[in-house]
């Protein structure tokens, strides 16, 4: 059982940035990022593995950047040049397995075991 908590989220003007982190209680060997905007189905937008490679959507490719500082078990999300279509509710996920992990279009989130509570992104125009 892996336990994800999240911050970070909060208002910002379009073209800011923010920092989102994802304290976990243990290891998996592929986390992400996903959201979920109101009306619309949760959408994964960065992934990292186990080796370290990372997975973008297109809409945020340039933009946002996916990290982990193993020493404090974090996973972070730096989201620069926010535009208001980033506006949704951001969650930290991580999969049970290890040793397999999902491009960025492949990722359901039926792939992913352990979901954080989200937290609100909301960029203004």
């Known amino acids: 059982q892996v336990q994800l908590v999240e911050s970070g989220g909060g208002s910002v003007q379009a073209g800011g940035s923010l920092r989102l982190s994802c304290v976990a209680s243990?290891?998996?060997?592929?986390m992400s990022w996903f959201r979920q905007a109101p009306g619309q189905e949760r959408e994964a937008v960065a992934i990292?593995?186990?080796?370290?490679?990372?997975y973008y959507s297109g809409s945020v490719q340039g933009r946002f950047t996916i990290s982990q500082d193993n020493a404090k078990n974090t996973l972070y999300l730096q989201m620069n040049n926010l535009k208001p279509e980033d506006t949704a509710v951001y969650y930290c996920?991580?999969?049970?397995?290890?040793?397999?992990?999902?491009?960025?279009?492949?990722?359901?989130?039926?792939?992913?075991?352990?979901w954080g509570q989200g937290t609100q992104v909301t960029v203004s125009s």
């Open positions: 996920a991580a999969t049970a397995g290890d040793g397999y992990c999902y491009t960025i279009y492949a990722a359901t989130t039926s792939d992913f075991a352990y």
């Open positions: 243990g290891y998996s060997y592929c």
């Open positions: 990292l593995d186990g080796r370290g490679d990372t």
